[in-house]
Antibody, heavy 122, light 113 residues
Framework: EVHLVDSGGGLVQPGGSLRLSCAAS????????MSWVRQAPGKGLEWVAN????????NYVDSVKGRFTISRDNAKNSLYLQMNSLRAEDTAVYYC???????????????WGPGTLVTVSS | DIVMTQSPDSLAVSLGERATINCKSS????????????LTWYQQKPGQPPKLLIY???IRESGVPDRFSGSGSGTDFTLTISSLQAEDVAVYYC?????????FGQGTKLEIK
């Protein structure tokens, strides 16, 4: 059974940094693209970033380019999101998700972690 | 970016009745190379992550009850729940994966009447 567990969220001041982690199990992690998707409180879903199986390709939504970095460690079955220069509008639950099918780096998601809440506030 | 617009924003349906949710994309998500619509539907219950229901606009994910069905092509899509059950109360999202960035509809909240 596919199992994803996100962690690392918390309260951070504007301009601060945070690193999210996602531990994967139950499937061959190195065979899948992986994504981060976020959901602001009471709002809809927004894809944030994804990364190819070997880490050779990474894509980001425009609003986080230059501030967020997605990475992975296939030996540890883990996905990461380094978030710098955080803004109030980055406040959201962040989900790691397994990409089921991708075309040109755009994917849909067949498994999701429970999410980790990031709050950016002074 | 492709804009996904769902209607209605909220919907109340009686138990056992049909529920219909619409999703419209600002441009076609039908790929001419394979004649497939790059459109998915997710269900999100309160306090839970989203769950994949439908992909390629009409293919039901494994384990999803057959009362859920997806239809449509090009720019107009529909998610239908043929006979609403209490456990179907949730917010439903469509998503296109035709072009970057993958974008979601705003969500449709489904409740029991």
């Amino acid at each position: 059974e596919v199992h994803l567990v996100d962690s690392g969220g918390g309260l951070v001041q504007p301009g601060g940094s945070l690193r999210l982690s996602c531990a994967a199990s139950g499937f061959t992690f190195s065979s899948y693209w992986m994504s981060w998707v976020r959901q602001a409180p009471g709002k809809g879903l927004e894809w944030v970033a994804n990364i190819k199986q070997d880490g050779s390709e990474k894509n980001y939504v425009d609003s986080v380019k230059g501030r967020f970095t997605i990475s992975r460690d296939n030996a540890k079955n883990s996905l990461y999101l380094q978030m710098n220069s955080l803004r109030a509008e980055d406040t959201a639950v962040y989900y790691c998700a397994r990409d089921s099918y991708c075309s040109g780096g755009t994917c849909y998601f067949d498994s999701w972690g429970p999410g980790t809440l990031v709050t950016v506030s002074s | 970016d492709i804009v996904m617009t769902q209607s209605p924003d909220s919907l109340a349906v009686s138990l056992g009745e049909r529920a219909t949710i619409n999703c419209k994309s600002s441009q076609s998500v039908l790929h001419s190379s394979n004649d497939k619509n790059y459109l998915t539907w997710y269900q999100q219950k309160p306090g839970q992550p989203p769950k994949l229901l439908i992909y390629w606009a009409s293919i039901r994910e494994s384990g999803v009850p057959d009362r859920f069905s997806g239809s449509g092509s090009g720019t107009d899509f529909t998610l239908t729940i043929s006979s609403l059950q209490a456990e179907d109360v949730a917010v439903y999202y469509c998503q296109q994966y035709y072009s970057a960035p993958g974008t979601f509809g705003q969500g449709t909240k489904l409740e029991i009447k």
